[in-house]
């Protein structure tokens, strides 16, 4: 994915670098602590964080960073951006916040780096950060990274309550809008719609399983 | 029989709690080695675990000096501080562990993973701590 993806997607303004949105990005990386993106980065990535202090460029620049994105409206002050500048490390910034920024880049088709990282793949002689292995992503289908791992026995059928096809609009998801009614599949029905069908038909509430307040009510709990 | 050339030496004095200038040093061996022209992969372990060893003096000693010795097949770096030194070491290497205070976590550092992560990224390390007088770390990644 290229910057210019990035920029768009997330409706970015471009703090420096305006002249390199053309390269190429292979994966994102979200997080505030630096030490956990030295540890964990694979590749040259797109590294999204809410963290505006120097230690963002160094650690972008050890890492091989093509791009920081600024998320939560955070602004890097004016010597950071030379400091970018003079680096060839272009900055953004969104307005998005971190886990909207970086579902809205996933869904775009901007893989993450959990695959290499639980492959125990690093980049040429890296060590694995943890010396046990766990196999698989729990309740994941969909491995991260540009080499896939094998989430192991898990499978979407067995353990996840799967939406039917076209439950929901792809388009409404990625732009972000809330889903409108007529968009929610027939058979799906609202607390609310659940509520007044039965007050309709004089149907009784099942009671309760649980006391809220015993003492309101004078039971003993 | 062709002289192996002498090694390229860096001193780099590092200050406590400078944070601005804290990473600079890292930055400075890293360019180095692009300038010598060591493949990519080489340059990103030496510069995390050179970043790591850097952040360390600059949060937990009194001041100390970064020294990279450089040659073809090696490259050392020696990170001497005076310091409180590490009581446990092998605590220390745990991942997860840490000693930073909290305005440390807030610029994105003391997550307990700098001993860690400077492990994985190495070939040679050796810690070396007196409680009280400082600590001298070790690294040495080779070029194959």
């Known amino acids: ?221 | 029989m062709k002289e192996s050339p002498s090694p390229l030496e860096l001193t780099i004095p590092v200050r406590a709690r400078d944070f601005l200038a804290g990473g600079d040093g890292a930055a400075r061996v890293r360019q180095v080695l692009q300038q010598v022209g060591f493949p990519p992969a080489l340059i990103r372990r030496v510069a995390i675990a050179t970043y790591e060893v850097e952040m360390n003096m600059v949060i937990h000693s009194t001041g100390g000096e970064l020294r990279a010795e450089i040659t073809p097949e090696v490259i050392t770096i020696t990170a001497r501080d005076t310091g409180p030194g590490i009581p446990d070491i092998d605590l220390a290497m745990q991942e997860g562990y840490s000693t930073a205070p909290r305005e440390i976590q807030e610029m994105g550092f003391g997550a307990g993973m700098g001993l860690p992560n400077i492990r994985r990224c190495v070939d040679e390390l050796e810690i070396r701590s007196t409680p009280g007088q400082g600590t001298t770390v070790k690294i040495g990644i080779y070029n194959r």
């Open chain 1, 1 to 221: 994915m290229q910057i210019r993806e990035i920029q768009a997607i997330l409706a970015a303004e471009v703090f420096t670098g305006a002249d390199k949105l053309d390269l190429e990005v292979e994966a994102g990386f979200g997080s505030d602590l630096m030490s956990d993106v030295l540890a964990f980065a694979r590749g040259r990535v797109a590294l999204l964080t809410g963290l505006t202090n120097t230690h963002v460029l160094h650690t972008a620049s050890m890492v091989d960073a093509a791009v920081v994105v600024f998320v939560r409206g955070k602004r890097p002050d004016q010597n950071l951006i030379d400091a970018a500048a003079g680096m060839g490390l272009p900055l953004l910034g969104t307005r998005l916040l971190m886990y909207d920024s970086c579902g809205r880049l996933f869904q775009a088709g901007l893989k993450g780096c959990s695959g290499e990282v639980l492959a125990e793949r690093g980049t040429d002689g890296e060590k694995p950060v943890r010396s046990t292995k766990e196999k698989g992503i729990p309740g994941d289908k969909k491995p991260a990274g540009k080499n896939p791992v094998d989430t192991g026995a898990i499978s979407g059928e067995e353990n996840c309550v799967q939406a039917a096809s076209g439950a929901i609009d792809p388009e409404s998801v990625a732009s972000g809008e809330r889903i409108p009614l007529d968009k929610i599949p027939r058979g799906w029905k609202s607390a609310g719609a659940i509520g007044r069908e039965r007050a309709s038909n004089n149907e009784a509430f099942p009671a309760p399983a649980w006391k809220v307040n015993p003492a309101a009510t004078g039971e003993p709990a």
